[in-house]
Every structure is written in structure tokens, then in C-alpha cells.
């Protein structure tokens, strides 16, 4: 295993177009992010609608994530990203030629969210599937690292130059516009690295254009569901993003209501706890080198139960950003955990699938948990909700300290390349079976598709993926086998 400080990764010309051209994207995306909001509400003089379009940007995930992870299966990820990437740039370029022209109205606002958050489903599980052919598996905790780290920097940096660039212009509307189309320069930005990247994000198979999606899609959900380590990281993750996501608006209500404190302080709140996440993203993949995997995920979790009621009973804005730090801080560490592991065992003919699931879960969670705490601060207290999630989070930590994620270690190299040679053998004798009984179908007059005609074929394919041998067994550390027996789920 490289040190952290091992300059292969920095040396991989293809992983460094595709990083920087994503983060500079990302930070197009926080800019734009703070610029939406204001732009409507200087426009419309309404809230309402400003929220409206803000999620409208996540309704595409909750009816793509799905068909969107298969389709990434199939076609060519690379002319996808690219696809999404221009389709952005025209979209959000549109909106200050719009407004010099005159013409800008709330329903191209309306359809520029939805376009950018159709393209944000495509392009993320592309992207997604694609890592793990761009760089070494074994790299794959700093990779996601570095993307966690790009976030964390674009959350800290692009509030503020939004701000900036909004504050410089005559009006706000003049300035939200620009910040727009800064956004969609940062996406030709994209556009040009991902042009110059050599590798292909996806390894060659043959397509079978005859399988039904709907198929597909389940192959995806069966596969995340039958591992029972990728089903404990999945709920895991869920939770927390139901848990977490009433907890922005809980903090805007105590400081505003009860520290009193102003516009411009609450957003400071937000940008200096970003600084959390700089310093998580920086020592998640020393963490990885010295701690085992289950340590990875179970810390963190039960570091933010701890961290939480700091942000509750806080009575300044200073003991709020404390608190809100040090659980932003965990969240690099735990998305470098259970993505480069996610990444790691799944085949590369499933990642579309599996990552689509996995996001579908987490956009679905968010809006619910959202309109849940906004419907409890009008019963009780934001310092009674957020002492409610923190319980809450506590609990999840100790469901996930019973479950075999404790217990977890790292994928090794050979196991990995094992478990998708393996898959790969079940996929091509599932279609030389399929093919054998068409043609069997063709002589006899048999159906192959009934499975009454054949209940023993039926059988054996439908449950294909429960002979796919648990991997992980084997890579128990031999001299601790009888202090690491797998606790019961």
C-alpha cells in the first residue's frame, strides 16, 4: 500500500484532467447555487417560488437515478459526460442572454433547473462508474478523497465569490446573472478536459441490445441488496441523509431567532464549518492506511452523534460553528469508506446501476427529512430537533456496530478482479443460456420465457447472484480469526 503522500496518483495525467476539470465545475455549481435563490427572490419578491426552483433541480434524480445508472451500463460514458456538460453550459448560458435581451422569465429559470439537474443524474453516475478505470483500485480511497476535498473547497470558497461577483454589479438580478454565466464557463471548462482524457471509462463488452432496462435495473438493485455490506452501507447512508437534512434550516431558525444573529452571519456559520471538510477530505486516506474499514464508518458516525448536541445547546455563533466543524469533518471520511469500497467490489458492467441506486436513496431521503423538520419546528424547539438527530444518529451508529460492517476490511486487489471475473461468468452463461433455449424454443415449441416450462432453469438464473461467493471472508486477518467473528446483523 502507497503512502498517502505517494505521487502516483498526481503522476496520472488522465485522473487530473478529469479532477480539476470537476472541481473548477463544482465550484461553477456553488456560485450559481447562491445566485438561484437570489435571483428570484429580487425577480418575483417570493420565497415560495425561490424554493420551488431551487428543488427542482433534485425532482430528475427521484425518476432517473434509476434508468440513468442502467443506461450508463450501456452507452458510452465519456460522450455522456460530455453530452451533459454542453447541454449545462447552453442552459445557464441562456439565462444572462436572456436578461440582456429582455426576455428572461420564471419558467426558463423553471427549465434550466430541470436541465441541470437531469444532466447532474447522468454525468454523477457516470462519473462514478468511470473512476475506477481511470485510476488503480488501490488508489481509489485518495481519488474519492481529492473529490471530497474539491467539494469541501468549493463549499468554502464559491457562497463567498458569489457574493462578490453579485455585490459588484448594479443590481442584484444583474449580478445573480453573471453568476450564472461564470457557472456555465466552468462547464466548457469540463468539456475541455474530459476531451483530452485518453483512457476509456468503461471496459470493452459486447451489448446485448435485445435485454429489457427494466431488467437491468433490477440486476442493479439485486446485486446492492444480495451483498450484505453494500445493503449496510446503503441504509446507512439513507439514514443519515434523512437524519441531517432538517438540520441547515433547524440552525437558521436558533441563530437567527435566539443568538440574533444577521443575514451575513449566518451565512458565515456555513462557509467557516466547510473548513470541517478541508480537514476531513486532507486526513481521510492517512485514516485509511492505519485504521480498518469498519473503524472508518462506525467513527465518524458516532464522532457526529457526539458532535451534534454541540450544535444544539449552542449559544453563540462561534460554539455553533464548532460543533457543525466537527461533523462536517467526518463526512470526507465516511464517503471515502463506502465509496472506494462500493467502487471497488462492483463489476464494472454494474456500477451505473449499483451507484444509481445507492444516489436515488440519498436524493429521495433529503426532501423527505427536509419537509419533516420543517413541519416539526413548527411544533417544537430547532435546539429539540437537533437534539432529536442526534439521538437519532446515535442509534444508527450502534445498528451499524451490530451489523458485519464492524467487522469489514478492505477489499484486496485479487479479490476484487475474482469478484468481477466472476460476475462476468454468470452474465455470458446467462445469455448462452438464454440464446441455447431460444433456440431450444425454435425446435420444441417450448417458451424459454414461461417459467413453467422449465422451473429449473427459471430457478437457477433468478437466483445467479447468491452463488457468487462472499469474498470477504477469506481476508480476515489470520491471527485474529476467533476476536473477529462476524456479529449478527
Known sequence: MDHPSSPRLWRNRDFLLLWSGQSVSVLGTKVSGLALPLLVLATTHSAAQAGLITSARMVPYLF?????????????????????????FFALGSVPLAWAMGHLTIAQLYLV?????????????????????????????????????AGSGASLIGPGLSGLIISAARTTPEGAVMAYLVDAVTYLISVISLGFIRVPFQADREVNRKRNLYKDILEGLRFLWD????????LTSWTLSLLYAPVPLAMIVLARDQMHASAGIIGMIFSLSAI???????????????????????????????????????VTPAMMIAGWSIAFMCDPVLSMASTS???????????????????????????????????????????VEILAVAVGVGLCALGVGLSR?????????????????????????????????????????????DPHSHPHVHESLSHSHSHIPDLHHRHRDENANDANKEAPE
Open 276 to 314: 470541517g471538510g478541508l480537514v476531513g477530505a486532507s486526513m481521510a486516506v492517512r485514516l485509511k492506511t492505519r485504521l480498518p474499514f469498519g473503524y472508518l464508518v462506525i467513527g465518524p458516525i458516532v464522532i457526529q452523534a457526539l458532535a451534534t448536541p454541540l450544535v444544539a445547546l449552542a
Open 227 to 234: 451483498d450484505r455490506r453494500l445493503r449496510a452501507l446503503a
Open 341 to 383: 469500497y462500493r467502487l471497488a467490489v462492483t463489476p464494472d458492467d454494474l456500477r451505473g446501476r449499483v451507484h444509481g441506486v445507492y444516489r436515488l436513496g440519498g436524493y429521495g431521503a433529503e426532501p423527505l427529512g427536509a419537509a419533516l423538520g420543517g413541519v416539526l419546528l413548527g411544533v417544537i424547539s430547532p435546539r
Open 113 to 149: 433547473a430541470l436541465i441541470q439537474g437531469t444532466a447532474f443524474v447522468i454525468f454523477n453516475v457516470a462519473e462514478m462508474a468511470s473512476l475506477p478505470n481511470v485510476v488503480a483500485r488501490e488508489d481509489l480511497p485518495q481519488a474519492t478523497a481529492l473529490d471530497s476535498l
Open 64 to 88: 432517473l437515478g434509476l434508468p440513468a445508472g442502467a443506461l450508463m451500463d450501456r452507452w458510452n460514458r465519456k460522450v455522456a459526460m460530455i453530452i451533459c456538460d454542453v447541454a449545462r
Open 405 to 449: 460492517l464492524r467487522v469489514t476490511h478492505w477489499p484486496h486487489l485479487e479479490t476484487v478482479h475474482e469478484h468481477a471475473h466472476t460476475h462476468q461468468r454468470l452474465e455470458h452463461s446467462h445469455l448462452h443460456t438464454h440464446d441455447e433455449h431460444h433456440q431450444h424454443h425454435h425446435e420444441t415449441g417450448v417458451d424459454p420465457s
